[in-house]
């Protein structure tokens, strides 16, 4: 199955069973934060489209955006904790290992931007996969962690569901 084909079926699933919307967007969100896992999950593609339905009205702005913000947090602070109890078995397990250029680059960026580069991860694609992990693994405190992840989660659910939240109505006044 495609990227396309994945969001399109998820989007129509949750357009004809609403009641899944909200866990669906927290296991996206999460899926998305966790280490490595996010490297397999499409939720950008699938939350922009979400972001479409709240503006049609099909789903509610609020919920989904604390869904995912909730979703968001969690994923990153299970990937911190993963890195500070498990360190080094982390990084030398599958499919890590096969990317130690990736490993090494997220651990420059997070020594040379320490908790500011907790935050600017969450919104880059490779950077989100691993830095909570690197993070935990380089011993951050958990305060400067929870702070960058916490203060960072809901700005990045509100950057992907905004577009289509907010985009869709205004291009129904403008050409509707």
Do not use: C
Request: aromatic share 14%.
């Amino acid at each position: 199955m495609s990227l396309h084909e994945i969001t399109l079926t998820t989007m129509q699933f949750i357009e004809h069973h609403q009641v899944w919307t909200l866990p669906i967007i927290f296991l996206l969100s999460f899926g998305e934060s966790l280490a490595v896992i996010s490297l397999f999950v499409p939720a950008t593609a699938i939350l922009l489209g979400v972001g479409a339905l709240v503006g049609s009205g099909t789903v509610s702005f609020v919920p989904v955006f604390i869904s995912a913000s909730i979703g968001a947090v969690l994923g990153d602070l299970l990937s911190y904790w993963l890195g500070k109890h498990y360190h080094q078995q982390v990084i030398a397990s599958w499919p890590l290992n096969k990317h130690p250029k990736l490993v090494y680059r997220a651990e420059r960026f997070f020594e040379n931007y320490g908790t500011l580069g907790v935050f600017i991860g969450r919104f880059f694609g490779p950077l989100r996969a691993i830095v909570p992990l690197i993070a935990g693994t380089m011993h951050m405190p958990a305060i400067k962690f929870n702070v960058a992840n916490i203060a960072s989660a809901p700005i990045w659910a509100f950057a992907l569901l905004a577009p289509g939240a907010f985009g869709v109505p205004w291009l129904e006044t403008l050409f509707g």
